[in-house]
């Protein structure tokens, strides 16, 4: 009877082990935060994050002015945040040996960011899509930075949303056209209007020392 309590035991518990992976192969973890971070659901529920928690689809997730965040993914990637920025996870599903599954569907609702691509990225790109207000980008393996100067001013610069590439490539596309972006060169994509490329805008990312070193 003890041995078949204990079997029992085992069982479950591997159960929960196994229940519990496949939720944190699906998340996103909070690395680096400097000011204020928030996750809004799709309920409406809003909750204010610090480093180790996390976020995963349906997650809206904002920085306050004045305000830095990084987040890694499971599968590696990692997005890093400007202040005044909103991003909304629209779909993350990794699982180390099941790359039928992956997805890394996301928006740049307002702000910028940086992110840098991890295996779901690498090794299924067609699954791999982040949509702006005037355009989506798929990626070929890349570190890449995204501004919407849409919905807030970016100084001097023309309303739009700008692309910019570090590594590898992305494909900026909208109803009007597309373009291929390499490394080194940026893009701009109005409302409306085809995307083109651009002199570099100056728009930087620049977030605290401390977020350079490991969480």
Do not use: W
């Amino acid at each position: 009877m003890n041995s078949t309590r204990r079997i029992l035991a085992l069982a479950a518990a591997a159960a929960l082990t196994a229940g519990a992976s496949c939720v944190l192969a699906n998340t996103g973890t909070v690395t680096h935060v400097a000011g204020t971070l928030s996750a809004k659901k799709a309920d409406g529920s809003t909750r204010v994050l610090s480093p180790r928690a996390l976020v995963g689809t349906g997650d809206t997730i904002s920085t306050e002015r004045d305000s830095h965040a990084q987040i890694r993914f499971a599968d590696g990637g990692q997005v890093t945040l400007t202040p005044s920025t909103s991003m909304q996870i629209e779909s993350f599903a990794f699982a180390k040996d099941k790359p039928k599954e992956d997805s890394f569907l996301f928006g740049l609702l307002k702000g910028g960011l940086r992110a840098v691509t991890g295996i779901v990225g690498n090794r299924s790109r067609n699954k791999f899509q982040m949509g702006t207000a005037t355009a989506t980008i798929g990626i070929r393996g890349t570190t890449f930075t995204a501004h919407d100067c849409l919905t807030s001013a970016c100084g001097q610069l023309k309303p739009g949303v700008y692309f910019g590439v570090t590594n590898g490539s992305v494909v900026v596309r909208n109803p009007a056209g597309q373009l291929r972006l390499a490394a080194g060169q940026f893009s701009i994509v109005e409302k409306g209007q085809r995307p083109r490329l651009t002199p570099n805008p100056g728009l930087s990312i620049a977030p605290p020392q401390a977020f350079s070193r490991p969480a």
